[in-house]
């Protein structure tokens, strides 16, 4: 018998009835993968035994979901004792679903079966529908279970059941004791729903609530341990935390992670909304929030979970009636006078911290404030699995038929789709390397021994390359900015999508229920993700984000130089950030494109908000200005706060000229020199940027005030130069690659004819000269040479000699930056 310490488990084996172990530590007991072991809290249960991960050799853990902690009644960080179970097959088990308010549930014995299919089960257990499509690579030991598993049930698409958040409770087994459930057993669906008194159903634990693993552990150290364990602190001498504030922006988590609290210690769960406490008559708002408490005390061990906190505690000072400054002080009495030590804690949520009374902030009422951010990368990819945990995904062994493979190699063919699973599809760069990978790891086994791999090559490689696959990876990879609620939305917008595409099929008659043909096609691919992105947006930015320009590198004709400024200090910092990190420098900050006008900047900006695919906030220089004291600088702060929200983000500021002129020349009201001064100490002032990048465009560097123009804040400034003869080419071929032309156009001819004329220029002339031939014959086919040199004479070239000039000038001051030639244009103030 083993004692292991309980540790959650990873998002793929949520509700499939697995736990991982060490595997010398399995060897100790007589396991192996695939194997039931018996589990023991304060209560028994049975599960299936997997291979630990590479980082938890060593560690003497047992990772196991929610709903198993729940059976085997323990919890993170709890010691439980684990062994061999002595396991039957089991001839019948009867199930029964736990009752819910106003939700009856019906299933049916077929679709129970292919859900419990493999399961070990225990009376009393609560279970969740999750396939065997998803339990299949833990078993591959385990020869039953091999024989058990056909090929028909791992293509199917229906294996994901839309109800699989619904819980089930085991009322009776045949034998009694540990059982697993096979084709053979017997399921039976009871149709009276069953009373869970002694606890509450695990509707939301631990793994419910993705990428917020650091923020987990603080608030299980501060709310946990007081409910559980209170004699610790007694022992230290301390008084047990009594509160909990976390703040962040909508959408992130922060009352989900309150429900899983509550579920997970198997405390009294009490919610207070700001608006429900709130009477009109007098006094009768503080005794609602007094009842409230004394109720959550009665029931210790309580959490008490205060929404929108600011709702009913902000600052006094700033209170308009006296009922809301009376709240606040109820609320601090009785926060501060807590008698049931450490049983009743309180969690309080908000969006705006900074509004809460200052008195609420301190120890002994709110002891630690923890922030819910916005997830990163791999927090999205957690929070991806959980939403798509449930749905009917286009998988890679949904990509082949059974009958497809050739029979001589199809135990290879399925051996690497079921060892690839989380790296498809391939890329012809890598598929040939990780084709031969599998070969050489698997080159004892009886089915490859002395057979020419060829044909399963190309097989193989026409399986693993079906895009239709849904690659949760590359979707975490895109969503910059979501929260779990947006990521959620975009689950759902997809699924919306699918049964577009089905409705038109569903031609039903009243009570008749959906033939399974059609059933069969409600299956999720990774375009269906990809077309709800176009329509889901981060909630973070939905006042300012901008639909991202679809506009890509190949559309600009030449600024190679630019174009790859633009690349290192925006695309790499984002597709390789270990690069920095291991050259131990950050990324370029800001850039400032100028030129005349014209010649691409803001068509460049919209570029990198495409191929980097990273947020895209707009500013407009004079829509920033108001009128108002304090406005325009809160404009500006307000930005840049999304931004950080949201980030990686990059904040483009067309026409920054109008917003940043040099300080001390204005005789006005000095609004422009403020926010000024609120834009230095946003790019590079206390506060940390973060992952933002700042793109800003003009015509007119030289009234730039000079600060803005250091490192540290633009870093990079590059000018757009007015297009030579070889990018005047590129311009001319990228304008006239939809226009049919007459067999006498001379591009070359044309781009010696356009000296000055910049890219806004040449698009006028292709336009025009296509005006100009409709004008002469509304019937033309073609656009001829002629109609592009009647252009030539109505579009006038931008750029003269005059204006390129001083913007050489200003390029050559730029690049070298003499101190006496920026001492020149440096401004009459100090600093």
């Known amino acids: 018998m083993l004692k292991l310490k309980v540790n959650e488990s990873i998002q793929d084996d949520v509700n499939r009835g697995v736990v991982r172990i060490d595997s010398k530590l399995m060897k100790e007991i007589g396991v192996n993968s695939g194997n039931i072991v018996e589990i023991k809290g304060e209560r028994t249960t049975v599960a299936i035994a997997d291979r630990s991960l590479p980082g938890d050799i060593g560690l003497n853990i047992i990772r196991m979901d929610g709903l198993i902690r729940r059976n085997a009644r323990t919890s993170i960080g709890d010691v439980v004792e684990v062994a061999k179970a002595e ?7 009867s199930v029964a679903a736990i009752k819910r308010d106003n939700l009856l549930i019906r299933v049916d014995a077929i679709t129970l079966k292919r859900g419990l299919l493999g399961r070990a089960v225990l009376k009393g257990d609560l279970v969740a529908l999750a396939g065997t499509r998803r339990r299949r690579p833990n078993m591959d030991d385990n020869r039953f279970f091999e024989e058990m598993f056909s090929m028909s049930m791992l293509e199917s698409p229906m294996m994901g059941f839309g109800h699989l958040d619904i819980k089930f409770v085991v009322t009776d087994t045949t034998p009694k004791g540990p059982a697993f459930v096979t084709e053979n057993t017997l399921v039976e669906f009871n149709p009276e729903p069953i009373e869970l008194k002694e606890e509450r159903a695990m509707d939301v634990s631990y793994e419910d609530v993705g990428g917020l693993n650091e923020e987990i552990k603080k608030i ?3 709310v946990e341990l007081p409910l559980k364990h209170p004699e610790i602190f007694e022992r230290l001498g301390i008084e047990a935390p009594k509160g909990v504030l976390l703040h962040g922006p909508p959408g992130t988590g922060k ?9 997970e210690t198997n405390s009294n769960f009490t919610v207070i909304n700001g608006p429900e406490i709130m009477s009109k008559f007098y006094g009768q708002s503080e005794e609602n929030l007094r009842k ?6 009665k029931n210790a061990p309580s959490i008490i979970f205060i929404d929108e906190v600011d709702a009913i505690a902000s600052k006094r000072e700033e209170a308009k009636g006296e009922v809301e400054r009376r709240v606040v002080a109820q609320l601090l009495a009785i926060m501060d006078g807590l008698k049931s030590r450490g049983k009743v804690v309180v969690i309080a949520a908000t969006n705006i911290p900074n509004s809460l009374d200052p008195a ?5 009422r709110f002891d630690r404030e923890i922030e819910i951010g916005v997830p990163g990368k791999e927090g999205r990819l957690n929070v991806l699995k959980i939403h ?8 890679r062994t949904m ?3 059974e009958a497809d493979i050739p029979k001589e190699y199809k135990d290879v063919v399925l051996g690497i789709l079921e060892s690839n699973s989380s790296k498809l599809p391939w890329s012809a760069s890598n598929a040939e390397k990780r084709l031969t990978k599998y070969f050489k790891d698997n080159e004892d086994k009886p089915e490859l021994k002395g057979k020419d791999t060829t044909e399963i090559r190309k097989f193989v490689k026409a399986v693993l390359n079906d895009m239709r696959v849904v690659q949760l990876n590359d979707l975490a990879q895109i969503t910059h900015g979501f929260v779990g609620a947006d990521i959620s939305a975009l689950a759902k917008e997809a699924a919306m999508i699918v049964l577009r595409r089905v409705l038109p099929d569903l031609k039903l008659d009243e009570g008749e229920s959906i033939p399974a043909a059609v059933l069969e096609k409600l299956y999720l691919t990774h375009k269906d993700f990809t077309d709800a992105l176009k329509v889901v947006r981060p909630s973070a930015l939905r006042e300012v984000l901008i639909e991202a320009p679809n506009v890509k590198w190949e559309d600009i004709g030449g600024l190679d130089a630019v174009k790859q400024g633009l690349q290192e200090a925006v695309e790499w910092p984002l597709q390789h950030p270990e690069v920095f990190t291991r050259l131990g420098v950050r990324p370029p900050r800001g850039i400032l494109l100028y030129g005349a006008p014209g010649t691409g900047k803001t068509l460049l900006a919209k570029a990198v908000a495409k191929e980097s695919e990273a947020n895209f906030i707009l500013v407009k220089g004079p829509e920033m200005l108001s009128k108002w004291v304090g406005e325009s600088e809160k404009a500006i702060r307000k930005i840049f706060e999304k931004a950080r929200q949201a980030s990686p983000t990059i904040i483009f500021f067309d026409e920054i000229d109008a917003i940043a002129p040099r300080r001390g020349q204005s005789q006005d009201s000095h609004v422009t020199e403020r926010v000024v001064n609120q834009l230095l100490t946003e790019m590079d002032g206390l506060n940390e940027l973060g992952d933002i990048v700042i793109i800003a465009a003009t015509n007119r560097p030289d009234i730039l005030d000079t600060a803005l123009m250091r490192p540290g804040r633009f870093d990079r400034i590059i000018l757009c130069p007015v297009p030579d003869e070889e990018t005047r080419k590129m311009v001319f071929e990228i304008h006239t690659k939809n226009m049919p032309l007459d067999k006498d156009v001379d591009i070359d001819k044309l781009v010696g004819m356009t000296d000055g004329y910049v890219g806004a220029d040449i698009e006028a002339v292709c336009r025009e000269a296509a005006i100009i031939t409709l004008r002469d014959n509304i019937k033309a086919k073609t656009v001829g040479m002629k109609y592009f040199e009647k252009a030539l004479d109505v579009v006038r070239p931008s750029a003269s000699k005059e204006i390129q000039k001083t913007y050489e000038d200003l390029e050559h001051m730029f690049r070298r930056a003499k101190a006496k030639e920026m001492e020149q244009n440096r401004p009459s103030y100090y600093g």
């Not at 609420?360 to 002994?364: A, E, I, S």
């Open 255 to 263: 009352t989900l992670i309150a429900k899983a609290v509550a579920n």
């Open 220 to 222: 299980r150290e501060m």
């Open 388 to 395: 798509t945990r449930n749905m009917p995904l286009f998988t």
């Open 399 to 401: 990509a082949v038929k």
């Open 87 to 93: 396991i039957k097959e089991s001839k019948k088990i």
């Open 360 to 364: 609420l902030r301190r120890p002994g």
């Open 292 to 297: 409230k408490f004394e109720d959550a005390e």
